[in-house]
């Protein structure tokens, strides 16, 4: 059974700072892995994709991938109170299936 | 592009009744999955259709559901006879079969059994 691991939270934080999101994964063979954002009562959309290790930045975003540690996590920098929101990790099976196991989510709120 | 469509948005129902939902994918998109998302359990895979192909349906819970793609613009997921329990958002998410691409949702349908 192939697992996804997030701190349900809710993880809160002021307005401007950063929120720190993290995930753990049980797939020694995963290669792709991606952030959704999801609000209320919404569809998850994507916000991040990375596949190799180190980090990765687009505009207030970074994901950060350590595939020995099987850890991937996502910065939010200077965080908004529209940034409110869960967030899903999820990561592609190994053995070219492409099919993502998502965890539960991290509920984030970013207090004025 | 007119992103994943589902419909209904809304279905309450009782149960015992025979629930039908229905998604149109993205064109040219060849993987489609249903997924269930409640509280309890989050983001469910029910099943994976790959060029109009269920290649897992490891996830549907059991006999009451069945799931169908035609063609590759069309697929329904069918509950039936429908419980309390299925009450849930049931969305529907297309992608091209390959490394790194991502999937886009439908708006989903909110499935109520009384």
């Known amino acids: 059974q192939k697992e996804v691991e997030q701190n349900s939270g809710p993880l809160s934080v002021p307005e401007g700072a950063i929120a720190s999101l993290n995930c753990t994964y049980s797939?020694?063979?995963?290669?792709?892995f991606f952030w959704y954002r999801q609000y209320s009562g919404k569809s998850p959309e994507l916000i991040m994709f990375?596949?190799?290790?180190g980090d990765k930045e687009d505009g207030r975003f970074t994901a950060q991938l350590n595939k020995a540690s099987q850890y991937v996590s996502l910065l939010i920098r200077d965080s908004q109170p529209s940034d409110s929101a869960t967030y899903l990790c999820?990561?592609?099976?190994?053995?070219?299936?492409?099919?993502?196991?998502f965890g539960r989510g991290t509920s984030l709120i970013v207090h004025p | 592009d007119a992103g994943v469509i589902q419909s209904p948005r809304h279905e309450v129902t009782e149960m015992g009744q025979e629930v039908t939902l229905r998604c149109k994918p993205i064109?040219?998109?060849?993987?489609l999955f249903w997924y269930r998302q409640t509280m309890m359990r989050g983001l469910e895979l029910l099943i994976y259709?790959?060029?109009?192909?269920?290649?897992?349906d490891s996830g549907m819970p059991e006999d009451r559901f069945s799931a169908k793609m035609p063609n590759a613009s069309f697929s329904t997921l069918k509950i039936q006879p429908s419980e309390p329990r299925d009450s849930a958002v049931y969305f529907c998410?297309?992608?091209?079969?390959?490394?790194?691409?991502?999937?886009?949702f439908g708006n989903g349908t909110r499935l109520t059994v009384t």
């Open positions: 064109s040219g998109h060849n993987s």
């Open positions: 259709f790959n060029n109009n192909v269920p290649i897992d």
């Open positions: 990375i596949y190799s290790n």
């Open positions: 797939d020694r063979g995963s290669q792709s």
């Open positions: 998410a297309s992608s091209v079969h390959r490394a790194g691409s991502p999937l886009h």
């Open positions: 999820a990561v592609n099976e190994s053995g070219g299936s492409y099919i993502p196991t």
